[in-house]
């Protein structure tokens, strides 16, 4: 099958060579943090003096309740305490949640870590799989982004740039579509940056309804990886999956994961929204902010929950 403006699928010789010219080798001799050690501190400082206006914009979408087809295990919240028939008018009471979420859901915002992606056996750098158990330590677990991750983050916006109100489920965007959305903008993404890949998805299920996303979404062709590594890219975020479904890629369901999370490093922002920082963006004529992304501190785990904050 065919993908985004003609790029054919890849077959696994193929993959396997585009993997090793994006690969990151891991420092050796030293704990690794993957592409987050592109955000130095000078570039932190430097991403500051984005802000201009002292705008704050959510990227995050409302975390969903209800049982969807896109979402068939969704999160659970109840109240706990305070509820309607235990409230006592005499007396101190507290409302309380209970909170759980199948945290790699189709549908929430979330933040994949580098223990996420397992491939041949091993994750980043070449560390065993083994680590990625419960008791396996904090090697390339969440906890590496523990201090948040701060940085320029930078919105392409591809249907803008094809002049459609979003990519149907099964189209790829590809690394020519990238140049062409950043010479669009007027925007340029740099070493550290946070990248953001608008396909529209959000909008999308918003104005029509949820649908299989696990069979047909609009993602990145495994090709526009290489714009990535380029540009030395520290973390990629999507109003998808960031991958596209059907895959690309002959026997790897999920390939941008596998070479951006276990070749590159790079962590993953999965279903985020964009809607309302387009129109921010549109209104000061610049698609590029301060932004502040902060999981919770959750032991071992493979990804968190996230708000990302753009700050313009």
Do not use: K
Request: net charge negative; charged share 20%; with cysteine.
């Amino acid at each position: 099958m065919a993908g985004a403006q003609g790029l054919p699928a890849l077959g696994a010789a193929e993959f396997e060579a585009l993997y090793g010219r994006v690969r990151r080798p891991a420092p050796e001799g030293a704990a690794s943090r993957g592409a987050l050690d592109l955000i130095t501190p000078d570039r932190v400082v430097r991403a500051a003096q984005e802000v201009s206006a002292g705008l704050r914009v959510s990227l995050a979408a409302p975390v969903e309740t209800g049982v969807s087809p896109d979402d068939p295990e969704p999160a659970c919240h109840r109240m706990t305490g305070a509820v309607p028939g235990t409230i006592d008018r005499g007396a101190l009471q507290f409302a309380m949640d209970h909170f759980g979420m199948n945290v790699h859901s189709d549908v929430n915002s979330h933040l994949d870590a580098l223990c996420h992606v397992v491939y041949h056996g091993t994750l980043f750098g070449g560390v065993e799989a083994a680590c990625a158990q419960p008791r396996g330590g904090e090697v390339l677990t969440v906890a590496l982004a523990r201090d948040g991750i701060v940085g320029r983050g930078v919105l392409l916006d591809i249907p803008r740039l094809r002049g459609v109100r979003w990519l149907e489920p099964g189209d790829r965007v590809t690394a020519e579509e990238l140049a062409g959305a950043e010479a669009a903008q007027g925007v340029r993404v740099g070493a550290g940056d946070l990248l953001f890949v608008r396909v529209g998805h959000r909008r999308r299920r918003i104005e029509l309804g949820p649908w299989e996303t696990a069979v047909a979404r609009a993602g990145l062709h495994p090709d526009a990886v290489e714009f990535l590594a380029e540009r030395q890219v520290s973390v990629l975020g999507s109003d998808g999956n960031n991958d596209a479904a059907p895959s690309a890629v002959e026997g790897v369901a999920f390939p941008v994961h596998v070479l951006a999370i276990h070749a590159m490093g790079v962590h993953l922002l999965d279903y985020l929204q964009f809607e309302d920082l387009m129109p921010v963006c549109e209104e000061l004529g610049r698609w590029s902010f301060l932004c502040v992304i902060a999981p919770l501190r959750l032991p071992h785990a493979t990804g968190s929950p996230v708000n990302p904050i753009a700050v313009l």
